[in-house]
């Protein structure tokens, strides 16, 4: 197993892509904290499929502090480190137009987005110094490279997710802690069907913008971004930092 034993925190753990990520990470025999704002889901998906050593399910506000301070102490607590954040979690935009974008709808994108990066970053960094190791994953977007009409906000998060990554990857070189980000094509998921416009079919829109702007011709499935993210935290990718992985079906060709 490729992470046997790794101490690994997964954000936004309740979602589709999250869940996926947690089940693989479990697999290949890492320690997993799985986190997100709501963790029934999770208690039913993963609680009875692995060993209480582990798994740790943790409810906490990502944006908070406070929050992701307790969910790194209680890490530590209980596993004695942190080797690997990987940092899933986001919300999507309805694409609207730029002038009805409220203050609001903004914040709440970036916080999530962005901020939440930042935050756990920020919490996570000492452990791993002390270790002289670590590994940072953001999922970011293909978004960010090949914007979409209406995603502004969406959009200006992910971006600012990809130049976070790399300057922390050089910043955090020397401690040889490695940062990298995921950018997802389109994915088969809950959260693309938010990409659309109020008013308009979800089915037809994934098929007819989303399915169709793959040029492999299918849309990106959770497991996809989980296989990456386990490569990136092993020592297979132990050269690789501050790198942007396209898991996309070539949609940012």
């Known amino acids: 197993m490729r992470l046997n034993n790794k101490v690994v925190i997964i954000t936004g753990a309740g979602g589709g892509m999250g869940l996926k990520t947690v089940t693989r990470f479990l697999e290949e025999g890492a320690k997993v904290v799985a986190t997100d704002l709501t963790v029934d889901i ?8 692995a ?17 992701i301070e307790k969910l790194v102490q209680q890490t ?7 080797d690997v954040l990987v940092n899933v979690a ?10 009805d974008v409220s203050n609001e709808t903004w914040d709440r994108i970036m916080s999530i987005n962005t901020k939440s990066l930042f935050l756990t970053s920020r919490a996570v960094v000492p452990v791993m110094k002390k270790q ?8 970011a977007s293909i ?8 995603l ?38 809950k959260m693309l069907g938010q990409f659309a416009a109020e008013g308009v079919n979800i089915e037809e829109t994934k098929e ?15 497991e996809d971004i989980a296989n990456a993210a386990v490569y990136l935290s092993s020592d297979e990718a132990k050269r690789v930092t501050g790198a942007i992985f396209n898991i996309d079906g070539g949609r940012g060709i």
């Open 152 to 189: 502004n906000a969406y959009i200006a998060s992910k971006g600012a997710a990809l130049a976070f990554t790399q300057a922390l990857a050089i910043e955090l070189a020397d401690h040889k802690i490695r940062v990298n980000a995921i950018n997802p094509g389109p994915a088969d998921t």
């Open 132 to 139: 002289k190791t670590g590994v940072i994953i953001n999922v």
């Open 143 to 150: 978004a960010a490279v090949r914007p979409r009409p209406g």
């Open 51 to 67: 060993a209480d050593d582990q798994l740790l399910i943790v409810k906490a506000d990502i944006t908070e502090d406070r929050d």
């Open 42 to 49: 999770i208690h039913e998906q993963l609680g009875g499929n």
């Open 90 to 99: 986001g919300i999507a935009q309805t694409a609207t137009p730029i002038e």
């Open 208 to 222: 007819a913008i989303f399915r169709n702007s793959v040029p492999l011709g299918e849309l990106i499935q959770p």
């Open 76 to 82: 530590v607590n209980r596993f004695g480190g942190v």
